[in-house]
């Protein structure tokens, strides 16, 4: 039989309110709702993995992090700071640092990326009418937004991003649908 959790009142009012929050994110409220449904004695985890439409091991999971925290949760409640307890709890409930390689590309480094990929190749020098993921992935290590980059990178870019390189500026479009005598 799976442990009991103690989670005191104090404890239980956190978690209610990342549950009734409406900005809190569904993970985190799934994960309160394990704890508080782990508090009843002899409530296993299948049982509780039913009711909340998830798998017993997430159940599992999820109580064994909240009984390793327990120590801590204590102390942090007896300190009588109730933003150090939320936090605390939050912490928690939230995932795991995960294994794999550092982010190589910043967010602004990216943004610039796509930028490029918008303007007309010519205003490069370029003489290609539309951007190749290798042409663009020459240009921005050229212009010093990147050392380096793989045209498969550039490539997952722009498909993450949901954009399409343009063979030339959104605004010159816009302009010559608006000129006089336009069709």
């Keep these: 039989m799976p442990p009991q959790l103690h989670v005191t009142d104090q404890q239980t009012a956190v978690l209610q309110s990342i549950i009734r929050r409406s900005k809190s994110p569904q993970s985190r409220v799934l994960r309160a709702r394990i704890v508080l449904a782990g508090q009843v004695y002899g409530r296993r985890n299948t049982e509780i993995a039913r009711d909340l439409n998830v798998s017993a091991q997430t159940v599992s999971t999820w109580r064994g992090r909240w009984l390793a925290a327990r120590e801590r949760l204590m102390e942090a ?21 995960r294994s794999g390689a550092p982010v190589t590309f910043s967010a602004e480094q990216a943004c610039q990326i796509i930028a490029v990929a918008c303007e007309a190749p010519a205003l490069s020098d370029r003489p290609i009418t539309e951007w190749t993921p290798r042409e663009l992935a020459d240009e921005v290590t050229k212009r010093g937004i990147v050392s380096s980059i793989s045209a498969s990178q550039v ?15 959104i605004l010159a479009e816009q302009q010559a649908t608006q000129e006089p005598g336009a069709v």
Excluded: M, N
């Design 77 to 97: 409640e007896a300190g009588d700071d109730k933003q150090a307890l939320e936090r605390l709890i939050i912490e928690t409930l939230a995932d795991e640092q």
């Design 155 to 169: 490539r997952r870019f722009l498909k993450g991003g949901g954009v399409e390189t343009a063979p030339k500026p």
